[in-house]
């Protein structure tokens, strides 16, 4: 059977759980073929992003998983003879998790352009159809296709990872610490220490130290009795 016969079948069985495009480019990163009805946009996608070139730089004897913004990613396997590089084989692109907004033009960094809106809004479209896909299943068809290219077996360990780019944006859903703990730990602090303060000065009682403690450290809540002097 021919890799390409292969390679369709792997699609058949991966396209009863989820959706996948596959990929080929030369080692000069031309496309030769794509099972893609957004062809010319998600490549774009994939080398505007800097993916395609990561592939290039740093994939070895293992599947490369390529990551961008947004959580999203690509499978690439080299297909290599006798120490030549003869194709680039990719699936994807896939998510790791659905996006909770539309994509906007600060979650997408062209490296030669910048996002057009048309642009953008094609490209919520085309991710909106893409399937998220959890990492023990995108682990294994990277390890299939591995298998078909270069007829060798791998563990999910060799799997080789490109690190995300890093973002300042915060998804909606996390929330900032509340400093207000914070505070109050150093109030507690500057009470300690001029309790202790007040001790070396030789205060004659408990109560006297409690409230040269409230005045220096402007703890009223010592004042008030929240601590008892059992407890200091």
């Not at 004897?61 to 590089?85: C, F, M, S, Y």
């Not at 906007?104 to 953008?120: F, Q, Y």
Request: proline share 5%; with cysteine.
């Amino acid at each position: 059977m021919e890799l390409q016969d292969k390679i369709a079948f792997l699609l058949d069985l991966i396209h009863c759980i989820h959706h996948m495009d596959y990929w080929e480019y030369t080692p000069e990163g031309v496309l030769i073929r794509s099972t893609s009805n957004a062809e010319h946009m998600l490549d774009v996608l994939i080398k505007e992003t800097g993916c395609f070139e990561y592939l290039q730089r740093n994939i070895g004897n293992a599947p490369l998983i390529l990551a961008t913004q947004r959580d999203i990613r690509w499978i690439g396997v080299k297909e290599e003879r006798d120490g030549e590089v003869l194709s680039y084989h990719i699936l994807g692109p896939f998510l790791i998790s659905r996006f909770q907004e539309p994509v906007g033009e600060a979650d997408v960094h062209l490296k030669n352009k910048n996002a057009p809106k048309l642009w953008i809004e094609r490209l919520n479209e085309c991710l909106a159809l893409l399937s998220v896909i959890p990492i023990q299943s995108y682990t294994q068809y990277a390890i299939m296709l591995h298998k078909l290219v270069n007829g060798e077996s791998v563990s999910e360990t060799n799997i080789n990872h490109q690190p995300p780019p890093v973002t300042m944006r915060l998804p909606e859903s996390v929330k900032m610490k509340d400093n207000s703990k914070i505070k109050d730990r150093m109030h507690i602090y500057m009470a300690e220490r001029s309790l202790l303060q007040a001790v070396r000065e030789g205060v004659r009682s408990r109560s006297e130290a409690s409230q040269k403690t409230c005045l220096r450290a402007k703890m009223p809540m010592l004042c008030q009795g929240r601590y008892s002097d059992a407890g200091l």
